[in-house]
């Protein structure tokens, strides 16, 4: 079977060399608060005397301003200009920030945050639309994931290292670099032509894609619930809390291995089953922490843990782009992460209020992960047939 060349109708702009870096670069920048967020809870506490309660409602904050910009951003990118978007995400990020350096009480850091958060999730946001428009978007999401694995272990590197103005001038660089590429941004509706980028017999309902929203929502309750708690509970277990940490940490690189093999598994095999299978996993490494907490179990668990995030994450946010091409429903996709995370905390925080103890946390963040499968698996037995 021979390919014709592709006439210059059906050239997808979000396949060209600028704006895919461009947009790989983006994410990193607009997810790297949430990446950090435990050093930075910790510089909070440390460099400006806030109590735990004030520093969970700060990085709230954020989260909820990334939240609500997403949202935005998804009801507007069909009308607005995605330059016009990133810049006013740029200015309320670059804002916020610098006016935190200049105002540290708790009230007022709370509200900039909020501020920060709004503007990340703007910027955000017209990233990951920008990726989710690739003509192959699994594949982009896939090495922005291992972007992401890079630069998230960089982060935490370099942020207990600054001061708390360095961390927010940090922050303030990475948007700064930014300013001279945002025209990369192709201005042009590529509604169509990214449409044709994927056959008409093969494409699923677009209302799949935000029933993939909703997926991304449950299974970031888990991923939210077992991340903030997983180190606390191993201490409570009885294990050393530097071992634990640092099992943690290293189990981090995994990541990279998730990576891969789901690059691998792309181009040998279907996307639904991989992803059912890999959400099964997912169930058991968490919820196993649930029956009793070794640790071999905690080790077991972390690493099953990283592997499997990273790979369930380039089925889940690739296969929302697939269903939708409009960019809308991609654009969401940040908003649905940050929902999530914000849940599943909080969640948590009330079973441990109520004296569930982790052992119910762990059997809430297998009942998310159980959640997410089932959706997919209904998806599957729906359209098993068809691949996107």
């Known amino acids: ?8 109708a059906e050239h997808n702009p979000f396949d060209d060399r600028g704006p895919f870096l461009l947009s790989l670069f983006m994410t990193l920048v607009g997810y790297s608060v949430l990446v950090a967020l435990p050093a930075i809870n910790s510089a909070w506490v440390d460099q400006l005397g806030f109590t735990d309660v004030q520093v969970n409602r700060v990085a709230s904050a ?3 301003g990334l939240f609500i910009g997403a949202v935005l951003t998804s009801a507007l990118i069909g009308r607005w200009s995605r330059r016009g978007l990133t810049y006013l995400g740029i200015a309320l990020a670059i804002g916020a920030n610098a006016l935190c350096t200049q105002y540290v009480d708790y009230h007022t850091t709370l509200l900039l945050r909020l501020m920060a958060g709004l503007g990340a999730g703007f910027y955000t946001a017209v990233a990951v639309a920008g990726l989710g428009a690739h003509s192959k978007p699994r594949e982009a999401f896939n090495w922005m994931l291992l972007a992401f694995a890079v630069s998230q272990f960089l982060e935490l590197q370099l942020i207990p290292h600054l001061s708390m103005n360095g961390i927010y001038l940090f922050f303030i660089a ?8 945002v025209k990369l941004i192709p201005a042009a509706d ?8 994927v056959s008409p017999d093969t494409q699923r309902p677009t209302l799949l894609a935000w029933v993939g929203i909703g997926a991304i929502v449950i299974a970031y309750i888990n991923i939210g619930a077992y991340w903030s708690n997983i180190e606390l509970a191993a ?7 530097d071992w634990a940490a640092q099992v943690i940490a290293w189990c981090v690189l995994l990541s990279f291995g998730g990576c ?3 690059m691998w598994i792309l181009k040998k095999f279907d996307y639904d089953r991989p992803l059912l299978l890999t959400f099964f996993l997912m169930v058991l490494a968490v919820g196993v922490l649930a029956l009793d907490f070794t640790a071999a179990l905690f080790v077991f668990s972390v690493a099953m843990f990283n592997f499997l995030w990273i790979f369930i994450d380039v089925y889940q946010m690739g296969g929302v782009s697939v269903a939708d091409r409009s960019g809308s429903a991609a654009a969401f996709i940040p908003g649905a992460q940050g929902l999530g995370q914000t849940v599943g905390p909080f969640a948590a925080s009330i079973m441990l209020d109520l004296g569930w103890g982790f052992d119910g946390v762990f059997v809430l963040c297998a009942l998310a992960s ?3 499968l089932s959706v997919y698996a209904v998806i599957y037995l729906k359209y098993g047939r068809q691949t996107v």
């Open 1 to 8: 079977m021979t390919h014709s060349i592709p006439t210059p």
């Open 174 to 181: 990475t948007y700064v670099v930014t300013l001279p590429f």
């Open 62 to 64: 954020d989260l909820l």
């Open 190 to 197: 590529t509604r169509s032509r990214a449409a044709e980028t």
């Open 235 to 241: 201490e409570a277990a009885g294990l050393d809390g």
């Open 260 to 262: 891969f093999t789901a």
């Open 370 to 372: 159980a959640g997410a």
